[in-house]
């Protein structure tokens, strides 16, 4: 039996939103980012109620959403730094340099295991959805997540400066 989509989006709006939120730090934002995910999932419901992965690929399509609504914003504040203030319009999402070090991070991870941290540690899906949503199997899920978090790790600890000790606490919080 296959899930309508005002069922799916009752179920899983909640838990989309904190995903989003997880990246954005701005609760109206996060709201409209999960907002722009169901739109997009409602152009191909049919495909995505009938593979099982609607969740999972729910929680990708708002951490990609996510991802380039924070790197607008940074490009934003660079263009209000160089204008002289011009582009003083632009609403930053959220100012906290520990959000800009968690996503500066996660940016630098190769594809997959972006979206394997993201989906498994940030969404906490099962690793079976994950493996449905990213078209491979929960083996390789395992391995991916792995290797990022890893890779965050290094990246964490070889990293100087004022947001090291902000991401830290973020890498350490993921492994957990």
């Not at 309508?4 to 909640?14: D, G, H, I, V």
């Not at 495909?47 to 940074?74: C, D, F, I, Q």
Request: net charge positive; with cysteine.
């Amino acid at each position: 039996m296959t899930t309508s989509f005002e069922e799916a989006y009752e179920r899983y709006y909640p838990a989309v939103v904190r995903s989003a939120w997880s990246i954005c730090r701005d609760l109206s934002r996060a709201e409209e980012l999960a907002q722009d995910a169901f739109v997009r999932a409602y152009r191909r419901w049919d495909k995505l109620a009938e593979g099982g992965y609607a969740e999972p690929w729910l929680h990708r399509a708002v951490m990609n959403l996510s991802l380039t609504a924070v790197k607008r914003r940074t490009r934003g504040r660079e263009l209000e730094a160089t204008s002289g203030g011009f582009a003083s319009r632009i609403t930053p999402l959220d100012d906290t340099p520990q959000l800009d070090a968690v996503v500066h991070l996660l940016k630098r991870l190769p594809k997959r295991q972006r979206e394997a941290v993201f989906l498994r540690v940030v969404a906490d899906l099962p690793e079976e959805e994950v493996a449905a949503a990213m078209g491979v199997t929960v083996g390789s899920v395992k391995v991916h997540k792995k290797r990022g978090l890893d890779r965050l790790r290094d990246m964490v600890d070889h990293k100087d400066g004022a947001n090291d000790v902000s991401a830290r606490g973020t890498a350490q919080a993921a492994r957990r």
